[in-house]
């Protein structure tokens, strides 16, 4: 089954544009009660979650931090998704990106060893070095072209003749014809969202920091959702994750995005 | 020891400007013999060319996408050098990039856990992405202004007002006030790396593809190196790993840049 079908019957069965992001924080202990692991805590939260949401997104950079230990926790948490819950996609948070001949080792990293549904990838480096994420035709690859973070004005809005350099990126990755490429854009940056959605109007987005900002929801799902108001993964971390009440959390979060669609 | 001594030393000792790549392929096999593994690959390869670098640069990819073995590889190669070439600082070639909390954990995993002595990093999140990083004073973190493939010109060489975006990029760049950063520019464009060059007299650079397209050294290290006729390390990979005498071929390509140094 492909990306887009998968998706979309998990948005259908849990009525939910919600991605939860598992991002398991190893060193400021805040949230690992005890001897809980990050498998553990992983395991916790998806638990709690699994009927609110449309996919999961651990970024594979909490679980490299903590070493080979750590990404032990991502091959079991994956394994433990594809065995419990095998109908909701997982998104590898990798943001890799390398020449074309390198690229290829990501690709079969992240899409044949991590068995990951999807996977975010950096387009600054030209379709060469995408094509062989892209050539895995049943996987999403999401390309990253305004991240969320306040520096990104710096480079990713430098001026062009045809508007901030990520628009003038955006126009040139509209004509690449390839079916299974997703847009990363920021909930943060409703605005850029908006725009975004113009040019891609059939894409499937992926989209960060609606949890974190208040008030950030009604505007980001009016920007980033498609004429169907579907089409994107609203992906919340930190304010799902180390909730006291993550079930809570994610029901909450859904809902209020439902509100909007 | 800070990142800019330990190259001095090194390159001093074996007179050489030469980095090797350590990217073991272990899918296409040609180069592997018999049942030798990735570490073996890696530690016949280090122990023929120890005294003709100055560096070696393992690409992470080629190990992720042999999975936890293989980054269980990538470990045992870094603590082979270690222990038996302390002298040679180790380029972790990772091309990380993410928002800054991420960001942090991505320093975390490269400087503490793989004990890297620098890693390359893209710029094009801004400042506050790459500060993670740079907080690891002793090492070097290297910005990728411009890389090496074809497509590289189809986003990294859009106009803007200031010149090509690589260039604009590199000019706000300069101003950032961190003795830790150092700069990636390709060998295969020798024209980019000039001027790069001009804009950082002071910064080490790293620069690839010198191995695989001929004639193209002269150009290279004429554009690339410092005042001194130094402050670069020439990466090359596939043409020595793979070299059916890879001492032979590092000791022949240190001894071409030496030339022209």
């Not at 400021?28 to 997104?57: H, P």
């Not at 990501?106 to 379709?127: C, I, M, N, R």
């Given at each position: 089954?492909?990306?887009t079908d998968k998706l979309q019957?998990?948005?259908s069965k849990n009525n939910s544009l919600l991605c939860v992001g598992l991002d398991p924080h190893p060193f400021q202990g805040v949230s690992f009660k005890g001897s809980e692991s990050l498998l553990k805590f992983n395991q916790r939260v998806i638990d709690q979650t699994s009927d609110f949401v449309c996919a999961y997104k651990p970024n594979i950079a909490f679980f490299e931090a903590a070493g080979l230990e750590g990404l032990e926790a991502l091959f079991e948490t994956i394994s433990y998704l594809k065995n419990n819950f095998p109908h909701l996609p997982i998104v590898?948070?990798?943001k890799r990106a390398d020449v074309p001949h390198t690229a290829k080792m990501y690709a079969k990293s992240v899409f044949e060893y991590w068995q990951a549904d999807a996977v975010t990838v950096?387009?600054?480096l030209g379709l060469d070095s995408i094509e062989p994420f892209l050539e895995y035709k049943d996987k999403l690859t999401i390309l990253l072209i305004k991240t969320s973070n306040p520096d990104s004005v710096m480079f990713q809005d430098l001026k062009t003749p045809e508007g901030p350099y990520f628009l003038a990126m955006a126009e040139r990755i509209k004509s690449w014809q390839f079916e299974n490429i997703g847009i990363f854009a920021p909930a943060t940056y409703p605005k850029e969202l908006k725009v975004l959605r113009a040019i891609f109007p059939d894409k499937i987005f992926l989209s960060a920091g609606i949890g974190i900002q208040k008030g950030v929801v009604k505007a980001a799902v009016k920007?980033?959702?498609?004429?169907n108001g579907t089409g994107i993964m609203f992906n919340a971390s930190r304010s799902i994750i180390?909730?006291?009440n993550p079930q809570k959390a994610a029901k909450n979060l859904r809902?209020?995005?439902n509100k909007y669609r």
């Amino acid at each position: 089954m492909n990306f887009t079908d998968k998706l979309q019957k998990a948005v259908s069965k849990n009525n939910s544009l919600l991605c939860v992001g598992l991002d398991p924080h190893p060193f400021q202990g805040v949230s690992f009660k005890g001897s809980e692991s990050l498998l553990k805590f992983n395991q916790r939260v998806i638990d709690q979650t699994s009927d609110f949401v449309c996919a999961y997104k651990p970024n594979i950079a909490f679980f490299e931090a903590a070493g080979l230990e750590g990404l032990e926790a991502l091959f079991e948490t994956i394994s433990y998704l594809k065995n419990n819950f095998p109908h909701l996609p997982i998104v590898l948070d990798a943001k890799r990106a390398d020449v074309p001949h390198t690229a290829k080792m990501y690709a079969k990293s992240v899409f044949e060893y991590w068995q990951a549904d999807a996977v975010t990838v950096y387009p600054h480096l030209g379709l060469d070095s995408i094509e062989p994420f892209l050539e895995y035709k049943d996987k999403l690859t999401i390309l990253l072209i305004k991240t969320s973070n306040p520096d990104s004005v710096m480079f990713q809005d430098l001026k062009t003749p045809e508007g901030p350099y990520f628009l003038a990126m955006a126009e040139r990755i509209k004509s690449w014809q390839f079916e299974n490429i997703g847009i990363f854009a920021p909930a943060t940056y409703p605005k850029e969202l908006k725009v975004l959605r113009a040019i891609f109007p059939d894409k499937i987005f992926l989209s960060a920091g609606i949890g974190i900002q208040k008030g950030v929801v009604k505007a980001a799902v009016k920007a980033g959702t498609d004429i169907n108001g579907t089409g994107i993964m609203f992906n919340a971390s930190r304010s799902i994750i180390f909730n006291d009440n993550p079930q809570k959390a994610a029901k909450n979060l859904r809902d209020e995005i439902n509100k909007y669609r």
